[in-house]
């Protein structure tokens, strides 16, 4: 399978932990992307990468939330001291450069308890 | 504030007949406009996109048509196939590339 992969896809965790999601994108993509989809919402931006250069973050994105994108190829998403808000889909996607749209992996979704 | 509006959360449409999806937004700035389908379980899935000084692009049995002046756009799929039952965002680019996505349409095909 040579699309992007998301690590675990289904989560559930108890108020107050700290929870880590991995995203392998596709082979070669320089860009990688992190959203957020809530319940009747449509994915919401929350940060990216070029190579391991975390280029932007949304305001979205708060200090208990964490991107890193060590070797330019896969990322992980920390979010740490989760909160019941913090439920939702979080999707990766990736592209391999400025003007080829983005292609999305299944995406994890959390449910914080 | 919502820069991409889809107003119609959800839309049911026969078998062959042509599902019209309609999308608004705020932003004159964006470059390009994009429509990704998402099916359940699945991450979306780009379909299609049109540049801003396009009005039209098709591709197949889709088209996306643009009006800038009202800051609308559409996509039309003829004919509808029950495989295009599906949850279809608008979406919009500025030029750094990040994506800004609409709540979505619902668009059920009915045998």
């Known amino acids: 399978d040579t699309g992007v992969s998301q690590d675990p896809r289904h989560k559930i965790t108890k108020r107050g932990q700290n929870v880590t999601f991995r995203c392998d994108p596709i082979s070669e993509h320089n860009r990688l992307y992190w959203y957020r989809q809530t319940l009747g919402q449509g994915p919401e931006f929350l940060t990216y990468?070029?190579?391991?250069?975390?280029?932007?973050k949304s305001r979205l994105l708060s200090d208990r939330f964490s991107a890193e994108r060590p070797k330019g190829s896969f990322s992980t998403l920390e979010i740490q001291r989760t909160e019941q808000g913090d439920s939702a889909m979080y999707l990766c996607a990736s592209s391999p450069h400025v003007g080829v749209w983005q292609f999305f992996g299944p995406g994890t979704r959390l449910t914080v308890l | 504030d919502q820069q991409v509006k889809q107003n119609s959360p959800s839309l049911s449409v026969q078998e062959g007949r042509i599902s019209i999806l309609n999308c608004d937004y705020t932003n004159s700035m964006f470059d390009y406009f994009l429509w990704y389908k998402k099916y359940p379980a699945e991450g979306p899935t780009f379909l299609i996109s049109?540049?801003?000084?396009?009005d039209k692009n098709e591709d197949g049995r889709f088209t996306v048509f643009l009006n800038k002046s009202a800051k609308h756009l559409s996509l039309h799929i003829v004919p509808s196939q029950p495989g295009d039952s599906a949850v279809y965002f608008c979406?919009?680019?500025?030029?750094?590339?990040?994506?800004?996505f609409g709540k979505g349409t619902r668009l059920h095909i009915l045998p």
């Open positions: 979406a919009a680019s500025p030029e750094d590339d990040k994506i800004i």
């Open positions: 049109i540049s801003s000084i396009k």
């Open positions: 990468f070029q190579n391991e250069a975390q280029l932007e």
